[in-house]
T-cell receptor, first 113, second 113 residues
Framework: GQQLNQSPQSMFIQEGEDVSMNCTSS?????WLWYKQDPGEGPVLLIA?????ELTSNGRLTAQFGITRKDSFLNISASIPSDVGIYFC?????????????FGQGTTLQVKP | KAGVTQTPRYLIKTRGQQVTLSCSPI?????VSWYQQTPGQGLQFLFE???????NKGNFPGRFSGRQFSNSRSEMNVSTLELGDSALYLC????????????FGSGTRLTVV
C-alpha cells in the first residue's frame, strides 16, 4: 500500500541529545500528523499540522509542515528516557476530510540514560 | 472521559475461521476508522465509517468488512482467515469525518495459526 518515506528507521541516542526525523512523499497532503506508539498500545497524537510552512511546538517537540506540502519533520529536544518508542508521521490527502491516513514506516527511538 | 475501547485485546484463531473485532469510540465521536498494523507493511488503512456509512475503503480483499451501528460503535469482520492476517488491528475515532483529533484504541492483537 501507499506509504510515506520516513527516516531514519531507527536511532540510538544519549539522554539529553536532540533528535530529528522526517517524512517525504511524492503526493501533497492537506494535513501532517505525528504520532508516538508505545509497545502494546495504539498511536498517540503528538502534533498536528494543517498549513504549508506551519511550525508547531508541543513542549520539547517541534514539527513543521513543508512548503511543498510533500514533507514534514519532527524535532525532539533534550531527549529523556520516556521518549523511547516508535514515532510515525501520517498524512491526510487532498481528497477531502476523511479518516484515511497514510503512515510512514516509523522511526524507532532508543535513549540511553 | 473513556477513550476508544477495542475488544478483545488478544485473539487466536485458526486458518479458515472468521473473526469479529469490536470498537467503541469516544462518546460523541461519530467517525471510526480501522487500520491493520504489521511489521512488514506498517499501518495500513482498512476503512472509515461515519454515521453508519462507509466513506472510504483501503486496498484490502473483500474478506475484510466492517459496519457501524447507530450508537457509532463499529465492528470489523475478517472471513476465511489466512496466516498473513495476523496483525494488530487498530480503531480510531473522531468527532467528525476528518483526521483532526483522531484518537486510537489500544488495538486487538490477532494471531492466526
Amino acid at each position: 500500500g501507499q506509504q510515506l518515506n520516513q527516516s531514519p528507521q531507527s536511532m540510538f541516542i544519549q539522554e539529553g541529545e536532540d533528535v530529528s526525523m522526517n517524512c517525504t512523499s511524492s503526493s501533497i497532503f492537506n494535513t501532517w500528523l505525528w504520532y508516538k506508539q508505545d509497545p502494546g498500545e495504539g498511536p498517540v497524537l503528538l502534533i498536528a499540522l494543517y498549513k504549508a510552512g506551519e511550525l508547531t511546538s508541543n513542549g520539547r517537540l517541534t514539527a513543521q509542515f513543508g512548503i511543498t506540502r510533500k514533507d514534514s519533520f519532527l524535532n525532539i529536544s533534550a531527549s529523556i528516557p520516556s521518549d523511547v518508542g516508535i514515532y510515525f508521521c501520517a498524512g491526510q490527502g487532498v481528497s477531502g476530510n476523511t479518516g484515511k491516513l497514510i503512515f510512514g514506516q516509523g522511526t524507532t527511538l532508543q535513549v540511553k540514560p | 472521559k473513556a477513550g476508544v475501547t477495542q475488544t478483545p485485546r488478544y485473539l487466536i484463531k485458526t486458518r479458515g475461521q472468521q473473526v469479529t473485532l469490536s470498537c467503541s469510540p469516544i462518546s460523541g465521536h461519530r467517525s471510526v476508522s480501522w487500520y491493520q498494523q504489521t511489521p512488514g507493511q506498517g499501518l495500513q488503512f482498512l476503512f472509515e465509517y461515519f454515521s453508519e456509512t462507509q466513506r472510504n475503503k483501503g486496498n484490502f480483499p473483500g474478506r475484510f468488512s466492517g459496519r457501524q451501528f447507530s450508537n457509532s460503535r463499529s465492528e470489523m469482520n475478517v472471513s476465511t482467515l489466512e496466516l498473513g492476517d495476523s496483525a494488530l488491528y487498530l480503531c480510531a475515532s473522531s468527532l467528525s469525518a476528518s483526521a483532526y483529533g483522531y484518537t486510537f484504541g489500544s488495538g486487538t492483537r490477532l494471531t492466526v495459526v
